[in-house]
């Protein structure tokens, strides 16, 4: 039987990409009756007569996935998010960042927008930046206008499969069109009544740009940590998961431990303000959620 990746999933169909041929498939009604639903990157065993008539037969097992968007085995996230216009967010930035981390998907931060602003800005920027790498993270700052920092992002796409994620009206189809010009992704203008993008990505579809799969997604519906325990949160700032090795109590939640290491840094300037302050409004948050049914 033929193999392939999802690459497009519309309307009850999947797309199946298998030796450079796309083949139209329906899943299988078995996957319904177990509550599975194929995704946009999964590899899969097929079976057609035709390029338009196939049937998904198995999913094989992923290494990951995301519920919304609806993807699996992605290999990196690549998280929009603009200088200005909306306002770069430190406390949303961290929140793509757990969940990501979450998933076990290596992030890359890339700030866009950097031609429309000011100097003071710019450098606010470059210091949240230095921050985010200190922390382990790689930061790109890009414009789709001036194309300022669009050519470091080739190395990170060449052969993965990567996610673009960020709120409405950041700039991801701008920057996707960019990278690929005769993609010609639809792309509006920030709502200034609203104050955020609307939504121009309808599906979840991977395209071929430079040497690598892309997802230009609809965006993350739900930033809730649903499925994240208190004890998770930790490994999900790099930083904080580094410092708590020298905790004196295991499973130390840094709040108000004694010989907290994470506390002492903080308390030290060590540790950024925000990325702590977080981190307890994230555990917070995971603690009082109401539990599941």
């Known amino acids: 039987m033929p193999e392939g990746k999802i690459v497009k999933a519309l309307s009850g169909f999947y797309y199946v990409l298998s030796n450079d041929k796309l083949v139209q498939c329906r899943g299988r009604g078995v996957f319904r009756k177990n509550k599975i639903t194929p995704l946009v990157g999964d590899e899969v065993v097929f079976q057609a007569e035709n390029d338009t008539d196939g049937y998904i037969l198995e999913i094989k097992e992923r290494k990951n996935e995301l519920v919304r ?5 992605v290999d990196q996230a690549i998280l929009v998010f603009s200088a200005v216009e909306p306002n770069f967010s430190t406390a949303l930035l961290d929140r793509f960042l ?7 998907i290596r992030p890359l931060i890339c700030i866009t927008k950097m031609d429309l602003a000011s100097e003071t800005e710019k450098i606010n920027i470059r210091n949240f930046a230095a921050d985010y790498k200190k922390a382990g993270y790689d930061v790109l700052l890009t414009s789709s206008e001036t194309e300022e920092g669009i050519n470091e992002l080739f190395p990170y ?10 709120q409405s009206g950041v700039g991801k189809s701008s920057l996707l069109n960019v990278l690929r010009p005769d993609l010609s992704l639809k792309t509006n203008d920030i709502s200034n009544h609203l104050g955020r993008g609307r939504h121009t990505t309808r599906h979840v579809e991977l395209i071929h740009i430079g040497e690598g799969l892309v997802a230009d997604t609809p965006g993350f519906s739900s930033l809730e940590f649903s499925e994240i325990e208190p004890e998770d949160l930790n490994f999900c700032f790099p930083e904080i998961q580094q410092l708590s090795e020298e905790c004196k109590f295991r499973g130390c939640l840094h709040i108000s431990e004694p010989k907290c290491a994470v506390k002492s840094a903080y ?3 060590e540790l950024p303000g925000y990325r702590y302050e977080h981190y307890l ?13």
């Open 267 to 269: 308390d030290n300037g």
């Open 98 to 104: 757990v969940l990501i981390e979450y998933n076990r």
């Open 69 to 73: 968007p609806p993807i699996a085995n």
């Open 157 to 166: 796409i060449k052969g993965e499969i990567s996610v673009f994620a960020g």
């Open 281 to 293: 409004e994230f555990l917070d948050e995971i603690k009082n959620r109401k539990p599941r049914y």
